[in-house]
Nanobody
Framework: QVQLVESGGGLVQAGDSLRLSCAAS????????MGWFRQAPGKEREFVAG????????RYADSVKGRSTISRDNVRNTVYLQMNSLKPEDTAVYYC??????????????????WGQGTQVTVSS
């Protein structure tokens, strides 16, 4: 089993940067692919970025591509999402998730096995 705790959210202005962190516990963390999702009020949860268990493969939603970087530290059991040039439309609750697929990070939330509680990101214009 994997427990996930996100941090790093907050209120920022458009154009600012944020780094979200997801601390994982559990002996099997390193075998999981990891993903970041977000959910804005009244909208469905959507994929933001994903990374394979080794960190060698990453993928991004078109809405954040070029502005965001996902990375992982398998010594510190932490996954990061660096977001730059933030826009008001990035406002959402951001969730970290773990998928047993390992070699690739799925695009759909139903393929993830474990979820964190979420961290709020609010971008003002």
């Amino acid at each position: 089993q994997v427990q996930l705790v996100e941090s790093g959210g907050g209120l920022v202005q458009a154009g600012d940067s944020l780094r979200l962190s997801c601390a994982a516990s559990g002996r099997t963390y390193r075998s999981y692919a990891m993903g970041w999702f977000r959910q804005a009020p009244g909208k469905e949860r959507e994929f933001v970025a994903g990374i394979s268990r080794s960190g060698s493969s990453t993928r991004y939603a078109d809405s954040v591509k070029g502005r965001s970087t996902i990375s992982r530290d398998n010594v510190r059991n932490t996954v990061y999402l660096q977001m730059n040039s933030l826009k008001p439309e990035d406002t959402a609750v951001y969730y970290c998730a773990a998928a047993s697929t390992g070699l690739y990070s799925p695009l759909t939330s139903r393929e993830y096995d474990y979820w964190g509680q979420g961290t709020q990101v609010t971008v003002s214009s």
